[in-house]
């Protein structure tokens, strides 16, 4: 047992930071840019993804034995579908406010390349439990990173953190914060610090 | 909501100033990762125009004959993607057979495109703003014209930029965000021209 629990801390140290989701292997960037603009929503999506990515990888890895290696992917997609659909029904029956401000975006977890990434890299060839938990620490690292740029966004763009203000009456905000742009350009300053504090092993 | 835009509107509006793109961030993974060579990307715009146009028209028929009258809207996100992914497949098939020289050109993109979101993305998109079959192509047929724009003009810049010194930390795809970032700015000049939403 103290050997798992090492294992899952392995898998999470990675997941966070060597090999981020987002810094490392730039996956799942079309959510990443899309729901950043306010925290509360990005904390639904990051909490969203997080269940998906880890629920589906103990489902790939649990039916691994059996499934067909040549529709695998097919079979992959509907597993992520049916948990998509479970976290859209929730959201829809609960928030129905972030659910309509994510709009698309939430059936769009579907086609996120991390899930498909860590169920075709990792659940299909481990046991469940570890599946289970490289899923959500992948899904945790993503979170992370999209609730930074979300910060910073919602600071400079609305001046205020989960809703509540925190710049003082007098400032000005920054209204392209709040537009498209600025989601690209917060997140490549992002890749830019990151490689600089750790760069990147050289890939060939 | 758009039921009074008519379709050259929402043709254009899809390419310019709703940029799926630099706008909504569809289909940014593969726009990262193609965007480094001109050749693959006019290749992979190509593919993506096509498939788009086809499959928003193809979702527009299952939603509004199958999915509605029957009360299976739930399982939307499932039967899209499942037509997305059937119809790449058949494609493949028939480009194969009827055109081996148009297969090599397009033949290597058309896998990406299943779990290209972009795809996926337009079909949702067109279903909440419930457009009209007219209204679902030209959204379809001008969303992937301007995806194809973006990640043509994006390939023609990171040709140039081989030759600029990019600091170390920054190369890759942290300088194609920031200089899709500028890229979204300056399309955002169109916005004025039309009002949609």
Known sequence: ?204 | MDGGVSAPVILFAAIFTNNILLVNFLGMCSFLAISKDLKSSIGLGLAVTFVMTCTTGLNYVVNTFILIPYGLEQFRFIVFIIVIAAFVQLLEMIIERVSPLLYVVLGVFLPLITVNCAILGVCLFMIIRGYSFLQCIAFGFGGGVGWWLAIVAMAGIRERMKNAPVPKALAGPGITLIVAGLMALSFMAFSGMIQMQ
């Not at chain 1, 989701?21 to 603009?37: D, E, K, M």
């Not at chain 1, 097919?74 to 309509?100: C, G, N």
């Not at chain 1, 709040?178 to 890749?191: E, I, Q, R, S």
């Open chain 1, 1 to 204: 047992m103290a050997n798992q629990s090492q294992d899952s801390m392995a898998i999470l140290g990675k997941a966070l930071w060597e090999e981020n989701p987002v810094f490392r292997q730039i996956l799942g960037i079309c959510s990443a840019l899309a729901v950043t603009n306010l925290m509360v929503n990005t904390a639904i999506m990051g909490l969203s993804l997080i269940f998906v990515t880890a629920m589906s990888g103990a489902t790939v890895s649990a039916l691994r034995k059996i499934t067909p290696a040549r529709i695998r992917m097919m079979v992959q997609v509907l597993i992520i579908s049916f948990y998509v659909i479970v976290v859209d029904i929730v959201l829809k029956a609960h928030l129905p406010d972030i659910s309509r401000a994510l709009g698309p975006y939430v059936g769009l977890i579907i086609t996120n390349c991390i899930i498909m990434g860590r169920c075709e890299g990792y659940a299909r060839s481990n046991p469940v439990w570890p599946s289970l938990v490289d899923g959500a620490a992948n899904g945790l690292g993503y979170a992370l990173v999209l609730l930074g740029v979300a910060f910073i966004r919602e600071v400079l763009g609305f001046g205020s953190v989960f809703g509540f203000t925190v710049m003082p009456a007098g400032f000005t905000r920054w209204t392209i914060m709040v537009m498209a742009p600025a989601a690209f350009f917060v997140l490549g300053t992002f890749l830019w610090v990151a490689n600089t504090f750790a760069p990147a092993k050289e890939k060939k």
